[in-house]
């Protein structure tokens, strides 16, 4: 990266950047993530959001990378890392690591990552993550039925339970 990235929190953030900066960071991963703001804003609150915990990376006053913190009692949790193609392997991500571990403190910080993304297992290890277990993620291949709109399916008591 040739432009050295500012990090803050996301407290002052909108829906609608994060969507953006969200969209852009995940327009090349393994599984589409096309998210609208009020899509996103959803799943965030509906996991614990806190907006305090949350970092951005800010190249003038555009954001180019986010980590995504929620909170479930005592649990410390990523809901989602990315930085824009065109500012990775410049420190970051790291940036925005780092400012995330010092604000939740002494408390664990867990994610998850496919198994696949080899630069993303490197880069956690390298942080001082371990693998403390592995998930089996299933594939249904067959026909199928047509989905609701995203937007239009309700919150449901632990629909979306994180795994840990």
Same mark, same amino acid.
């Given at each position: 990266?040739?432009?050295?990235?500012?990090?803050?929190?996301?407290?002052?953030? !909108?829906?609608?950047?994060?969507?953006?900066?969200?969209?852009?960071? *995940?327009?090349?991963?393994?599984?589409?993530?096309?998210?609208?703001?009020?899509?996103?804003?959803?799943?965030?609150?509906?996991?614990?959001?806190?907006?305090?915990? !949350?970092?951005?990376?800010? %190249?003038?006053?555009?954001?180019?990378? *986010?980590?995504?913190?929620?909170?479930?009692?005592?649990?410390?949790?990523?809901?989602?890392?990315?930085?824009?193609?065109?500012?990775?392997?410049?420190?970051?991500?790291?940036?925005?690591?780092?400012?995330?571990?010092?604000?939740?403190?002494?408390?664990?910080? %867990?994610?998850?990552? /496919?198994?696949?993304?080899?630069?993303?297992?490197? *880069?956690?290890? !390298?942080?001082? *993550?371990?693998?403390?277990?592995?998930?089996?993620?299933?594939?249904?291949?067959?026909?199928?039925?047509?989905?609701?709109?995203?937007?239009?399916?309700?919150? /449901?008591?632990?629909?979306?339970?994180?795994?840990?």
């Amino acid at each position: 990266m040739s432009v050295s990235a500012r990090t803050r929190s996301l407290e002052h953030a !909108s829906w609608v950047e994060l969507a953006a900066a969200f969209a852009e960071a *995940f327009s090349d991963y393994a599984v589409p993530m096309a998210m609208t703001p009020e899509v996103l804003e959803r799943m965030q609150r509906r996991r614990g959001y806190d907006p305090a915990a !949350s970092f951005g990376a800010y %190249v003038d006053d555009r954001l180019v990378g *986010f980590v995504l913190t929620c909170r479930d009692g005592d649990r410390v949790y990523n809901s989602g890392t990315g930085v824009a193609p065109a500012h990775r392997r410049g420190g970051v991500a790291r940036d925005l690591l780092e400012a995330v571990i010092a604000s939740v403190g002494a408390r664990p910080y %867990v994610l998850e990552v /496919l198994e696949d993304n080899a630069k993303a297992i490197a *880069f956690y290890r !390298s942080a001082g *993550f371990a693998v403390t277990r592995r998930l089996q993620c299933w594939t249904y291949a067959g026909p199928r039925a047509p989905l609701p709109e995203l937007a239009a399916v309700p919150d /449901l008591p632990g629909d979306v339970e994180p795994s840990w």
